[in-house]
């Protein structure tokens, strides 16, 4: 028997094993349907630290369930009383996705699923020619809401332990929650590139 045959074999049958695995990597995202102020908003990076479990349904498909710390946020520029401004906004998550897991192959998974984020803290950084202005919170008041479904897919590539993944997950509710926050309403958007390790 050869070793690329024996290779194919035991990672054919590591997709019929229950398996967790951690993962790290960078988000690229952004926020759209804004509308209030008007601002010109630009994709920023953010961290992406989590973990992730699949359970076989059978040989090609199974369930992925995943917790992720994830950064989200946004940069944007504009005039107010005459002065340029840039604004950063950095918003720290919960995020977690069900995915649906599809196995082709044994190197190759396609997934899908309803994404559940939880909002931990957001940081505001607004700066001009003249004054710079950092505030930093965590929510208590009901008019952003903490709580968002949204929906994810991406693919995996598995190369037997290790693990490139790749995501792409839009916010379907907005996030000012009864509309009364003088903060934009505005919707999150991200790409997810990641490295991680399956035990």
């Given at each position: 028997?050869?070793?690329?045959?024996?290779?194919?074999?035991?990672?054919?049958?590591?997709?019929?094993?229950?398996?967790?695995g951690i993962k790290g990597g960078l988000n690229y995202a952004n926020v759209?349907?804004?509308?209030?102020?008007?601002?010109?908003?630009?994709?920023?990076?953010?961290?992406?630290?989590?973990?992730?479990?699949?359970?076989?349904?059978?040989?090609?498909?199974?369930?992925?369930?995943?917790?992720?710390?994830?950064?989200?946020?946004?940069?944007?520029?504009?005039?107010?009383?005459?002065?340029?401004?840039?604004?950063?906004?950095?918003?720290?998550?919960?995020?977690?996705?069900?995915?649906?897991?599809?196995?082709?192959?044994?190197?190759?998974?396609?997934?899908?699923?309803?994404?559940?984020?939880?909002?931990?803290?957001?940081?505001?950084?607004?700066?001009?020619?003249?004054?710079?202005?950092?505030?930093?919170?965590?929510?208590?008041?009901?008019?952003?809401?903490?709580?968002?479904?949204?929906?994810?897919?991406g693919i995996d590539l598995n190369f037997s332990s290790l693990v490139l993944?790749?995501?792409?997950?839009?916010?379907?509710?907005?996030?000012?929650?009864?509309?009364?926050?003088?903060?934009?309403?505005?919707?999150?958007?991200?790409?997810?590139?990641?490295?991680?390790?399956?035990?």
């Amino acid at each position: 028997m050869s070793l690329s045959t024996i290779a194919q074999e035991t990672t054919s049958e590591n997709r019929d094993k229950l398996k967790i695995g951690i993962k790290g990597g960078l988000n690229y995202a952004n926020v759209y349907d804004s509308e209030g102020e008007e601002f010109k908003a630009d994709p920023k990076f953010g961290l992406a630290l989590g973990a992730f479990l699949t359970i076989p349904i059978g040989t090609t498909i199974g369930i992925q369930p995943e917790v992720v710390f994830s950064q989200k946020g946004f940069s944007a520029t504009g005039k107010i009383l005459g002065l340029n401004y840039d604004f950063k906004r950095t918003t720290n998550y919960i995020d977690v996705p069900i995915f649906l897991a599809l196995k082709p192959s044994e190197f190759f998974t396609i997934l899908a699923g309803p994404q559940f984020s939880y909002l931990l803290s957001r940081k505001d950084v607004f700066a001009t020619a003249i004054t710079t202005i950092e505030q930093e919170q965590e929510f208590e008041n009901d008019n952003i809401r903490k709580n968002t479904l949204g929906v994810s897919v991406g693919i995996d590539l598995n190369f037997s332990s290790l693990v490139l993944g790749a995501r792409a997950a839009w916010d379907l509710q907005n996030n000012n929650g009864d509309g009364t926050s003088v903060t934009p309403r505005y919707k999150n958007q991200w790409i997810q590139a990641t490295v991680g390790f399956r035990f």
